[in-house]
């Protein structure tokens, strides 16, 4: 893929996927073979599928408005995202997650994701991006 063809893949997954959890919508981003790990926890893609419908269940909203850095390593097949997520959770408390993640593209699809994450001011969303 070209840059302009995974930018549009990478903002296309985190609108339908993470901003509106729409587990529905996984399929057309994610290869079946894939795999993340999030701060040393690894799943597969019924298991991040599983993760998506427990953010449905324990927030009311959770919004990437912006990717504050991104890079996109053509030959490698590789983007790097750094980005703060904002979290409202069903107590309408409102806390913020930062991720560095690096996705891996074949064929059209993300097959890998790996991320750090850290809760910048509500440690109880310490383990949100692994929450399953």
């Known amino acids: 893929m070209e840059k302009k063809e995974m930018k549009t893949l990478i903002e296309n ?3 339908d996927v993470l901003n509106s959890l729409k587990v529905e919508k996984i399929e057309n981003y994610f290869d079946t073979q894939y795999l ?4 040393g926890v690894n799943s597969n893609l ?3 599928r599983q ?8 927030t009311r909203k959770v919004q990437v408005t912006k ?3 991104e890079m996109f390593d053509i030959e490698n ?4 995202l750094h ?3 904002s979290v409202t959770k069903n107590n309408d408390k409102v806390g913020h997650v930062e991720v560095f993640a690096v996705f891996t593209i074949n064929k ?14 509500d440690q109880t969303l310490n383990d949100l991006g692994s929450k399953k």
């Open 83 to 85: 980005y703060v997520v």
């Open 36 to 39: 993340q790990t999030t701060d």
């Open 77 to 80: 097949q590789k983007i790097f």
């Open 108 to 121: 059209d699809k993300i097959i890998r994701c790996e991320e750090l994450t850290r809760a910048l001011d």
């Open 51 to 58: 993760h998506i419908v427990t953010l449905h269940k324990v």
């Open 13 to 15: 997954a985190y609108e």
């Open 46 to 48: 019924n298991q991040f």
């Open 67 to 69: 990717f504050q850095e």
